[in-house]
Each structure stands twice: as C-alpha cells, then as structure tokens.
C-alpha cells in the first residue's frame, strides 16, 4: 500500500494565494476525488503533484519519503502518472507505438514488432481494453483515447495515477465504460486522484471526496456518509452575491426567438425568447453545448433543425455575414483564437467588424475610422497610449473590451456575450458588466454565458439551465442561491 | 485553470514593465533607430545604387535605368497580385505557367481566327487577350473553389496546377512557339511612351497603383489583412473569409494573364517556357518587402521596393559579369537574408 501525502503545502503567486496550508493524505485503492470551483486551487493541487510547479511552501510525500520534483518528466520517475484532459497521443502511430513509445523493443538497430504488439496487447489485457495494439490511434474516438493514455500511464507501475476531468469530453454510455476501467485500476495498488466538475459521477465513482475552497482546504468525506447538500455547501461556503442594478428594464418586444433547435452530439430540442433590453444568461458546465448552442445561432456553426427569428422575421441557413446584418454580435470566449487579429493594430480590431460603416462604397473613410476606434477607446474605457499600437501590448482586460467594442461599432440589437470575465481581472470584469447594463439601458439585448455561476446571478435577467445538450430549467436570480445554481447545472437534485 | 492565469498576469505585468524601462532609456536614440527600421528597405536600395553608381560606369545611365525598370516589369505586375495573396495567408506557385499558358493562348486564338477567316489578326488578338484572362480567372476561381471548398492548402493545388497548366500550354502549342500575332502587338511588351518611357513600366506602376489603393485604403483591403492575421477572428466579425481568399486568388491569376500578355508581346510569340520559375521572382519581391507567409502582414509599397531592389541587383550583376549560375546563388542567399530578418524582428516584439 502506498500513500500519498502534502504537508502544509502553501503556494502564492504576485498578489494571490493559490494555496493555503494545505495537508491532506490519500492512500491506494480507492479513487479520490478532488473538487472545487474554478479558482478553488484543485489545479494548483494537481499541477504540483505532476511536478510542473513547485510550492512555494510545504511538502509532498509518497510513502513517508520527501519529494522534490524538478519539472512533470522527474515527478513521472518519482511514480506519479497524470492523464491531462487534453490528450497527448501521436494520431499517426498504433495503439501500441503509443503505449511503448521511447521504450520501444529492439532487436539489434531495429524495432522488435513482434515483441512490441506482445507487450502492448498484454498491457490492454491486463486492463480489460478491449482495442487491437495495431489500430491506428487515428481511428480511435475520444474515450478510447483516454483508455490508452491510461494503460500507458499505468504500464510505468505508478504508484500514483491523476486523471484531470476525463469525462468532460464523453458521452454518457463511453463514461460507463471508463468508470468500469477506472473500477478496475481500484484492485492495482495506486493511488488514484480523480478532477471533476460534474457533482454526480461522484458517488458513482469516488471513494473520497476532498474539496478545496478559496485555496484552502475544507475536508475530506467518505462518499458513503456524504450528502449532495454536504459537499454544495462544503464547496460553496457562504458566497456574497451582488445585485444587479435596479434601473434594468425588460421590454415585452421578443427580439429573438428559438425554435427546437437542434445540432446532432452537441445540443437538442433548444427553445427560448429573448426580449428587449434583457439580459439572458446560459448556466452549465464546460461541454453542456452552451457555447456550441450561441455559435450556431450566430451562423458560426451549423445546426441540423430548428428555427430562428430575429425581430419575428425567420432567418434562413445563417450565416455571420447574415446574422450581424440582423443585428447580431457575438464576443467569443477565445479571445487569442477567435477573437483578435494579435499581428494587428487597437484601431484594426475595433473596426474589423464595422468595415461597412466606415466605408463610403468601396473607399474607408479615414475620419470615421478614426473616429469609431476613438469612440470605443473613450466609452469602454480602453487604456491605450496610442490606437495604432499592435493589440497584443493590451491586458487581457482591455483586450476583451477591443472585443466588445469591435461589435458594439455594429450598433447590435443582440449581443452574445461567450464568456466574457475569462482571463481578466476582478475590475475589468466589473467593467465588463457595466458595459453590459449599458448596452440593456440602451435596449440591448444580451445573452451572457460564463462558468462562473455567481457572475451569472449578479447580471442577469433570467438565466437557463444547459445541462448534456438540453435546457433543464429557468430560474430567477432572485430566487435561487449560489449552491441551488451550481447543483443544477452539475446535475444534482435541487434541494 | 488558477495557476495559469496568474502565471498570465504577471507575464502581462512584467511585460509592461519592460515596455516603459525600454521607453525611458532609449528616448534619445529611438528616433534614430525607429526611421532606419522603417526605412531599411529603401536605405538598402539606395546604398546599393550608390556603389554600383561609383564601381559601375554603365549604370547610372538614363538607357541601363530603363532596361532595369523594363525588365523587371514583365514578372514585376504578378508580384503584387501575389502580395494581396500572401498577406491573405496563401500562395499560388502556379503563376509561371499562367503566363506561358496567357501567351500561347493569345497567338493561338488569334492564328485560328485568321485561319478560319473569321476575323483579321489585328482584331482576332483582342479576343485571344480576353480569351487568356477569362481562363486566368477561372483558374482562380478554380484554385480557391478547392481551397475553401474542401480546405486544401493553397501550396498542393497551386503546385499541382503548376504542373498541369505548364502542360496544358504545351500541348495546346505542340512544343512550338505560336507566332501568330499582329505586327502592332508589340506594343505592350516593346512599345515607348514619349520615345523613352517603356509601356510595360507604365502598366507595372497602374497595376502597383491599383493594388496599393485597394490594399490602404478600401474595405476589402482591410478585410485581406483581417483574414490573413487570424481567419476564424474574421470570420466570426461577419467577413466573408472565403470570399476574399477566391478573390486574391483570382486576381494573382489575372496579373499572371496580363504578365503573359506583355512578355509574349516583347518576343512577339507565345511559347510554353515561358515564365519559369517567376513566381521565385513574385513570391521573394513581397517577403523582401516585409510580406509574413503566415499571413496578415505585408505592404503593397514594400513590394515594389523589393522589386526594384531585386532588379537592380540582377542588373549589377550583369554589368559586373557574375556568371549566370552564380547569380542565381545571390538571389536564393537575398531571400534567406530577407526572411532571417523579418522573422528575427518578429521574434524580438514577441
């Protein structure tokens, strides 16, 4: 039996503390699982036990003996395996090159493969995997994947095994399939540190839970002495929700309707309305379809059926040309990615999505240019030394406000707001909301969608539950607390 | 999740920080050091056309400057389509056959006219002219209909289109240069304008001219450089991305068409070698210009400097008597240099 241990594990970083005092021990045999919201410092934990960071303070022990690692490859030597959610196999090789790669069988200069398809199938036997060590990883699907990562990781006899959020990406027969694995890996002596978001795997699959909060760590329960209401409240504590203010009007024009719509694998059956001068939030966790759902409305993505109104007039196969000429906008969650053009200039982004604005016919009109990037750099508060500098010089606030104020140039009716406080600071996101109360006093309407539930209850009308594809439910916030929210979106009861 | 985004934080902070030290110190020899960056591509021309003008005694000549501005036009008007093409994140390699192709087809058409008696050679050219640019622009529209339609890499099918038009043209003139023209054909690739102004430099300048004011100043031209710095950005900002890659593509394809049209004029035939390896010439005037092959940087102005200095170099060496092959060593070393740079200043603002 091997155990693994932290002792007063403290880590800080300019300004904030990550971890607080943390000392905790699991030991082999059972499936720990570690839970917490985003900022709660579960990563923090995780990344140190895989040896990418180091604490600031404190210690990691395996088996009574003091760790040290130096970077993720020492931490592997020293016995701890981690399965990160973004999968790190080589497509182009077989199951088998994938498990054994580096350490491949040799038969003088050459590669054994007799002897390499041996070992790999016995390792997938010894797991009760049922995938050909010749298949191609290529053809594989995500949670076959995910099964191999994990006979690899385990084929180096860790004694302990982290698997970060492995069901985010799967469907619920191919979780099935993997608790039973993971049910398997119980019987093997090692340590098995589980990292999720969705509250009901965990009686399915956990013999502990240890929940972190704020950086600092509030228990560790049995599962089997552990309530739903427990472990809410035990991650959650007691939040300060702030309000809304109380000039917010909600007019009774529906300025965008849904129909059933539906995207095969990625959201079903979706029907709601948005009025003017409201603020709708989509509540649920990371693979609930929220994102994919306000994509396909925009026409970034496409949908099987369903229908669209903007204003009571259908709109056909959309498209973003379409919607922004309907009066759509949408900021996405990625900013690096799909949001900003970083080789270009403040002044380029603020008016990229505008070019028909600024232009007379073919010709862009300099003075307009100049005055809509100066308008958004005065309105939103942009802090900026000169408009012409590369977009990449700003901070992550100011670069989601470019965002924003690159489609408020459109004048928009809608605007779909994809996670708009990722990655910025506690101000900024005030700033952010701000700008959005502007915009539904001007009479704009808005659909908001974040991860963290508490920013949702602090600007929103109305938010909807989106939980595996499908809106479960409508709440007030007004009416519902922080714990409710959260074990709604998670798929717990409510209670 | 946390960790990361602290980790983020800081490196914003500490690159702030940086950013204001640097200011402060270097205020004084910023100016210096900001004109020289901005302008090295000029100072460069401008130095070499100083030492060629003193080793030289045939170069700074009004007849050497001429042959320098008329030699470079016939491959120079394809560099700017191809500019508009690169700063789109794409290439199109399957140019030099375009102007081959451009040129059999013009004496081709125009022979078979005559041939046929349906019409004088002097009025059948135009329709051979207008026949070579409708099928440059289908090959674009071609090019870009697999490009956006099933996301292949503009490099494969332009490759592969090198090819197939480089035998298309072959086979259309049976190996043969087409002779076929009329005598007032060679105005385009010969002609003057008052006695010493070479046509094919005036249409280089309208067609630089042209590419310049679409790519500073209009809507689509802003759309170019948004799609070639961050496609997906573009797209979701409401612009129709694979509307103006097609575009890029086709209008590369025209000034292929057109750079065929002058040089079949000043041999006054139509022969599948024609155009070679010219898009070696385009592709290197933009990167030598400051163009970015990832996309989303390059200046229209910058490729016409490029062009000049990669002209007046070819002529340098000429008059100095580099030998031919040796020649083509520079010019390869030339862009190898022009891209080291370019890339160790992007390197340096990351």
């Known amino acids: ?495 | 999740m946390y960790g990361g985004r602290k980790e983020l934080k800081t490196n914003e902070l500490g690159l702030n920080t940086d950013k204001l030290n640097t200011n402060k110190l270097n205020r004084s020899k910023l100016n210096i050091k900001k004109i020289t960056n901005k302008y090295m591509l000029e100072i460069i021309l401008l130095a070499i056309v100083i030492i060629m003008t003193f080793t030289s005694r045939g170069f700074f000549t009004t007849a050497n400057l001429l042959n320098i501005l008329r030699n470079m036009s016939l491959q120079g008007v394809i560099a700017f389509g191809m500019t508009m093409v690169i700063i789109a994140g794409e290439i199109d390699l399957s140019i030099g056959s375009t102007v081959a192709l451009s040129g059999v087809i013009i004496a081709l058409t125009t022979g078979k006219l005559e041939k046929a008696g349906i019409m004088p050679m002097e009025q059948g050219v135009w329709i051979g002219i207008l026949l070579a640019f409708i099928s440059a622009g289908l090959f674009g529209l071609f090019n870009g209909f697999l490009l956006t339609k099933f996301k292949m890499p503009s490099f494969i099918i332009t490759l592969a289109m090198l090819n197939v038009l480089y035998g298309l043209a072959a086979v259309l003139s049976k190996g043969f240069p087409v002779t076929t023209l009329p005598k007032w054909y060679d105005v385009f690739g010969a002609g003057q304008v008052f006695g010493v102004i070479p046509v094919p430099a005036i249409i280089l300048l309208a067609v630089f001219a042209i590419v310049f004011v679409v790519m500073t100043y209009t809507k689509f031209g802003r759309s170019v450089y948004a799609v070639g710095g961050n496609p997906e950005a573009a797209r979701l900002s409401g612009i129709n991305v694979k509307f103006v890659k097609i575009v890029c593509l086709v209008v590369v394809q025209l000034c292929a068409a057109l750079s065929g049209l002058l040089v079949s004029s000043q041999v006054m035939s139509g022969a599948f070698s024609f155009g070679r390896g010219w898009e070696m010439t385009a592709i290197s005037s933009a990167i030598i210009g400051g163009a970015s092959l990832s996309g989303g940087i390059g200046k229209v102005w910058g490729t016409l400097v490029g062009l000049i200095i990669l002209g007046v170099i070819n002529n340098s060496m000429t008059l100095l008597g580099v030998d031919e092959y040796v020649q083509y060593i520079v010019r390869g070393l030339l862009i190898l240099i022009a891209v080291l740079i370019n890339t160790i200043q992007t390197q340096k603002k990351d």
């Open chain 1, 1 to 495: 039996m091997s155990v693994l241990e932290t002792r007063n594990i403290v880590k800080t970083y300019p300004g904030t503390i990550a971890l607080n005092d943390v000392s905790v021990s699991f030991e082999s045999g059972k499936v720990h699982a570690l839970i917490g919201k985003n900022g709660s410092g579960k990563s923090t934990l995780v990344k140190i036990f895989s040896g990418a960071i180091e604490p600031t303070r404190g210690e990691v022990l395996i088996d009574g003996v003091r760790m040290k690692f130096s970077d993720p490859r020492d931490a592997f030597a020293k016995g701890i395996a981690t399965v990160y959610q973004e999968l790190s196999l080589v497509p182009g090789l077989t199951v088998a090159e994938n498990i054994l790669i580096g350490r491949l069988p040799m038969r003088g200069r050459f590669v054994d493969w007799k002897k390499t398809f041996a070992i790999a199938g016995e390792l997938l036997k010894e797991m009760n995997v049922d995938i050909p060590p010749d298949e191609v990883v290529y053809n594989l699907s995500v949670w076959q994947c995910q099964m191999v990562e994990i006979v690899k990781a385990m084929s180096f006899r860790p004694k302990v095994l982290q698997l970060d959020e492995p069901t985010s990406a799967l469907a619920q027969h191919e979780i099935q399939a993997l608790f039973k694995m993971i049910r398997e890996l119980k019987k093997k002596d090692v340590v098995i540190i589980y990292v999720t978001h969705r509250l009901h795997e965990l009686w399915e699959i956990a013999d502990t839970c240890t929940v972190l909060r704020d950086g600092r760590l509030i228990g560790t329960v049995p599962m089997q002495e552990a309530t739903h209401k427990d472990i809410i409240k035990m991650m959650f504590g007691d939040v300060e929700i702030h309000t809304r203010p109380h000039d917010l009007k909600v007019e009774d024009e529906v300025v965008l309707e849904v129909k059933d719509l539906v995207r095969k694998d990625k959201f079903k059956n979706v029907s709601f309305q948005l009025k003017k001068g409201e603020i709708l939030g989509i509540a649920g966790m990371l693979g609930s379809g929220r994102t994919e759902l306000l994509k396909s409305i925009f026409g970034a993505d496409p949908f099987d059926s369903g229908e669209i109104y903007i204003n009571g007039q259908r709109i056909f196969s959309p498209s973003p040309v379409k919607m922004k000429k309907a009066g759509l906008a949408m900021t996405s969650e990625d900013r690096k990615r799909e949001g900003l053009n970083q080789i270009a200039s403040i002044k380029d982004n603020l008016c990229v999505a505008s070019l028909d604005l600024i232009a007379k016919g073919p010709f862009i009109k300099k003075h307009k240019e100049d005055e809509f990037a100066q308008r958004q750099v005065n309105e939103l508060n942009i802090k900026v030394s000169d408009v012409r500098d590369s977009v990449s010089s700003l901070s992550g606030g100011n670069q989601q406000k470019v965002v924003v104020g690159n489609w408020l140039n459109t004048n928009p009716k809608v605007i779909f707001f994809d996670e708009p406080s990722r990655g910025i600071d506690v101000k900024a996101k005030q700033q952010i909301f701000q700008i959005i109360w502007e915009q539904s006093r001007k009479g704009v309407s808005s659909i908001m969608v974040s991860s963290e539930l508490e920013e949702l209850l602090e600007v929103c009308h109305r938010i909807l539950i989106m939980r595996e594809g499908l809106i479960v439910g409508e709440i007030k916030p007004e009416e519902v607390k922080i714990e409710e929210l959260y074990s709604l979106c998670m798929g717990g009861e409510k209670n």
